[in-house]
């Protein structure tokens, strides 16, 4: 089975890629993964996406489209495959469709984890992140036993930048600005299927067995 995940910051789709990828058997792709790999392959294309990532700058998305081609093609994608963070925009899900054709393939389904706005600033306002492990908390749903302090190593809790509130109404924003059209595109390919991303971990997972006919 060939899938997307689409979903904003804090909607939770890499929990459910991760959990569907175990269920179904098939490989969990994120953009960040494939860029990484590439690169430490040393492919023609990841050493493209280095010269960008290393002075910070966005990957073009030929470079990413290509990337996303070279992992395709790898034998674990044969039976199937998650897609997380890709496509972004609406050139992307069409060059994606392109690929797709050229391998003699099409998508299953899309699947759009949909949470609402001052819930997701909810999520992600109340993460914490211990500067020793790592190890991340949540200050309603996973707070720690002691205010402030990781439960596993005593390290410092703080808030990531990105997780403060005028910078994850932005994140939203370009994110609504950018897969609106996405969301049409595929509606009109009558493969968007919409997810109620609310609830437990497990609620939701129901939900999206059930989006697949496996409910």
Same mark, same amino acid.
């Given at each position: 089975?060939?899938?997307?995940?689409?979903?904003?910051?804090?909607?939770?789709?890499?929990?459910?890629?991760?959990?569907?990828?175990?269920?179904?058997?098939?490989?969990?792709?994120?953009?960040?993964?494939? $860029?990484? *790999? &590439?690169? !430490?392959?040393?492919?023609? #294309?990841?050493?493209?996406?280095? %010269?960008?990532?290393?002075?910070?700058?966005?990957?073009?998305?030929?470079?990413?489209?290509?990337?996303?081609?070279?992992?395709?093609?790898?034998?674990?994608?044969?039976?199937?495959?998650?897609?997380?963070?890709?496509?972004?925009? $609406?050139? *992307? &899900?069409? !060059?994606?469709?392109?690929? #797709?054709?050229?391998?003699?393939? %099409?998508?299953?389904?899309?699947?759009?984890?949909?949470?609402?706005?001052?819930?997701?600033?909810?999520?992600?306002?109340?993460?914490?992140?211990?500067?020793?492990?790592?190890?991340?908390?949540?200050?309603?749903?996973?707070?720690?036993?002691?205010?402030?302090?990781?439960?596993?190593?005593?390290?410092?809790?703080?808030?990531?930048?990105?997780?403060?509130?005028?910078?994850?109404?932005?994140?939203?924003?370009?994110?609504?600005?950018?897969?609106?059209?996405?969301?049409?595109?595929?509606?009109?390919?009558?493969?968007?299927?919409?997810?109620?991303?609310?609830?437990?971990?497990?609620?939701?997972?129901?939900?999206?067995?059930?989006?697949?006919?496996?409910?």
């Amino acid at each position: 089975m060939r899938l997307i995940l689409l979903g904003p910051p804090g909607a939770g789709k890499g929990t459910q890629a991760k959990t569907l990828s175990v269920k179904l058997a098939v490989p969990h792709i994120s953009t960040g993964d494939m $860029l990484r *790999q &590439a690169v !430490a392959d040393g492919t023609k #294309l990841g050493l493209e996406a280095k %010269s960008f990532m290393d002075r910070g700058a966005l990957v073009p998305d030929e470079v990413v489209i290509g990337i996303i081609e070279e992992r395709l093609h790898k034998p674990d994608c044969a039976r199937g495959y998650i897609l997380d963070g890709f496509p972004r925009t $609406l050139p *992307q &899900a069409e !060059a994606l469709s392109r690929a #797709l054709t050229t391998l003699g393939a %099409s998508m299953d389904k899309v699947l759009s984890v949909e949470v609402p706005e001052d819930d997701l600033v909810k999520r992600l306002t109340g993460r914490r992140v211990c500067r020793g492990c790592g190890y991340m908390y949540h200050v309603d749903t996973n707070p720690p036993k002691q205010v402030g302090s990781c439960d596993k190593c005593h390290g410092v809790l703080y808030q990531r930048d990105d997780d403060k509130e005028e910078t994850i109404r932005h994140r939203l924003r370009v994110y609504r600005e950018q897969t609106h059209p996405l969301i049409a595109y595929y509606d009109k390919m009558r493969l968007l299927r919409h997810i109620d991303g609310r609830g437990t971990i497990e609620e939701i997972a129901r939900r999206v067995h059930q989006a697949l006919g496996q409910g």
